[in-house]
């Protein structure tokens, strides 16, 4: 098949999250013998010089970008409020970006169109005008979910209110678009029910993250223990929130029972606030060089999320790793754990200081779930099985 993926930021280089999953995808059908050609919105958030990529990749995706200024900008945010569109979706909005497609959909016969995250879902009424081709929405999240749990946590009134606003045209926008594409990949079961019970009619499947086993080297380190970290882009907001509310919540009971305990904080983009954070135990690190090596120097990783859909890359990588993770059930959510087996699950702060206490006074218990957690990764997130089954999905909708 000839897959055109249009992706709302660079897969490449594979940093976070979400080029995660879309660089996955990417890789596992070039694997299979298909052919996908890649286009990427290039933001300020986000931005990738393509001649500094591998020869490699841009040979096999045909890789290209165009450059769209997504940074909120205060005018038209407050401008916004007048108005019933989503300015998460309108800041992803381009002429120059929607010329890009028209001229490759004009130059090429796809068998699919499919599109990375509902910010690039304005670009449909483009692609039904100049191609037939089937449209297929990856959706990585239900966007508006994320949003309504971050009003859940908020605390300040005049913010709130304007994440209610977000949130509503958001899901406006959102809820709009699932019957005008042809079928949609949920990453989670649950977002996939969600999208059914929302109205829609088309086809629907779960598609989660795979994990490319063979490409996460061996540990040639000893872990410290327990080793305690944190590793996600601090620029998503419910990484900075959850860390806020760790920090805040947490952290002060744990080193009050055992000072002892370290806990370290890496990713990108961390900001001002904690990079000037002076909390005993706290060791701030910011990106790391290689994020595999980085989780296999540690035992027990900690995800406090408290607002989230769709499912977490990070925590499948620490599993492929071996790590024990101590998640909340939103953090967790769309992945097949088994609490206490392969993961353990905390939602409060007695219960995260309860369940690291767990590892500490048991060992053998926590490197017993990381091994489980392993295990589970290699049964049911193989890259080459999803990619097989979301082929199935595609050829499924040519007929």
Known sequence: MKIFQICSKSPFPPKEGGPIAMNNITQGLLKAGHSVKVLAINTPKYFVEATHLPKEYLNNTGFETVFINTNIKVSKAFWNLFSNKSYNIERFISQDFEEKIKQIISENDFDIVQLESMYVAPYIETIRKYSKTKIILRAHNIEHVIWQRLIDSCSSPVKKLYLKHLTKTLKKFELG???????IAAITPCDAKYFVQ??????VISIPIGIDNNKIPAANQEREFPGLFHLGSMNWMPNEEGIYWFLEMVWPGLIKELPEVHLHLA????PQWLQQINMPGVNVQGEVKNAFEFMQSKTV???PLLAGSGMRVKIIEGM???NTI???STGAEGISYTDGVNILIADTPDEFIQQIKKCIDNPSKCVEIGKQAQKLVAEEYDNDVITGRLV???EGMKK
């Open 177 to 183: 678009v699932l019957n005008k594409v042809d079928g």
């Open 198 to 203: 929302a109205g829609c009619v088309k086809p």
């Open 267 to 270: 990713g990108r983009k961390m």
């Open 301 to 303: 990783m900690i995800v």
């Open 320 to 322: 492929a790793c071996g």
């Open 326 to 328: 101590i998640s909340t």
């Open 392 to 394: 199935e999905f595609y």
